[in-house]
Structure formats: structure tokens, C-alpha cells
């Protein structure tokens, strides 16, 4: 099967602001219509509205970082699956490494996360990804294995409708980024993971995350197993975006 077009999924974690917001997306459609990869921006929750309507028409879908691990009550300060649905979110980043590390998401909880956004028709995508210490304590692989058969366990078939992404936590925010080679390894072993229990798992996109940018892109979206990268810094200035985006279209 031939590879479906990237995927680029910005992620601006806790950045922007109305007027930022509305610039940047005047910037970036004014030049995205001709592009050939597919492109999603995940934004604070409060701006989906907003961005709702700026995105609306264009090639951009909007997503979301985060969703409650609950369909609705009494959860003081969450979002559910159902509202995200209402503003036309297409994505959802579930389990990211912030997520884990700052509000102690278990791997339990992403599972449960991802299945709430398939039950409304929202692509999860799952985040996986070793620190630095499991990293050199050898333990990558067992790490990411362990975070995906989680969500696998607990979505079935559905596994098929999940995005993944492999975000070595010691690349993100920091520069360093992981080397092509060492992407594609880990990549490798997720989609092996992921065809043993779903016989459309080609259809899945492993995106990369950690440190992408204009300059690193071309050669880490060139490996096999890299269908596209979901996006920290790079995102945040419209340029810095498009220029990733151009390069997901050669
Ligand atoms: P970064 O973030 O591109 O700034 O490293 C990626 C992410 O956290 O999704």
C-alpha cells in the first residue's frame, strides 16, 4: 500500500490568544490551499470556537490536547468528548507526556481517553514515548509497548482509527531531536504492534514528535514507518508552520 499524505498536527499546548489566533490563521491559509499533506492544529480549548470558524472552509482540521476520561457530571474544570464533538474537533491528543507527567495520567486513563473520543467519532491521538533514563536503561521498546497495548486493549478493532504518536520525552521542547534511524526504529516496532492486532492497521498514522522543525523534517518524514509529526514549538508562528508543511508536501 502506498503511504496516505503526511500528517502534520500542530500541538500548541497553553499558547495564544484571540488576536494571535485570528493573524495566524489569516497567515497560514492565505498559502496552505495548494499543499498536498493533510494538516490539523491543536488548540487550548477555549479558542475551539473561535478557531471552529477561522479553520471552517479551509484545509486545516481543528483539534484538541485533551479530553475528560468521563462522558459528563460532576468533574470540575473537564471537557468532555461530546462537547469537543460540538465544535467540529476532528483530533485529540490523549496521553501526552505532559499529561502524564504533570496531571499523573496512568495508562489506564489514555486508554479510557482514547475510547471516549472514537465513541464520538474523534481520532485519538495516543502519545507514547520513554524518558531519557528509560532510554538509556534500554527500556524504549518496552516503554512504548507497554503505553500502546493499553489503548489497544481497551479500543479492539477500533484500533485501526487511532493516530499514534512517538514522542521520546527527552526530544520535546528541548532541541534535540531523535536521529531519523532511531525514529524509524521505534516506529517499526508500534506498527508491528499494531498490525498484530488489527488487519487495517496500514491505515494508522505513527507520527513523530519531539524537536521537529523545517530543518529536521524532510529526512525524519522520509523513513518508512513515519507518516507525519505532531508538532510543539514549530507550530506557535505561522511561518515556522507553514515551512514544516511545505516540507511534508515534497
Ligand atoms: P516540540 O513539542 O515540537 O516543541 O518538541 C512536541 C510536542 O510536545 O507535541
Redesign the pocket.
Known sequence: MSKPPQLLVG?WKMHGDLSANAAFVAELTAEVSGLACRAALCVPAVYLAQMQVLLSGSRIDLGAQDLSAHEAGAYTGEVSAQMLRDFSVRYCIVG?S?RRLFHAESDATVAVKAQRALAVGITPIVCVGESLAEREAGQTEAVVKRQLAAVIQANGHCISEIVVAY?PVW???TGLTASPEQAQEVHAVLRSQLKAASSHADRVSVLY????TAHNAAELLAQPDVDGG?????SLKAQDFLSLLKAASR
Open positions: 500541538n501526552h505532559e514522542e526530544a520535546i521542547g514528535g519531539g524537536s521537529m505532531l508538532i510543539g514549538g514549530a
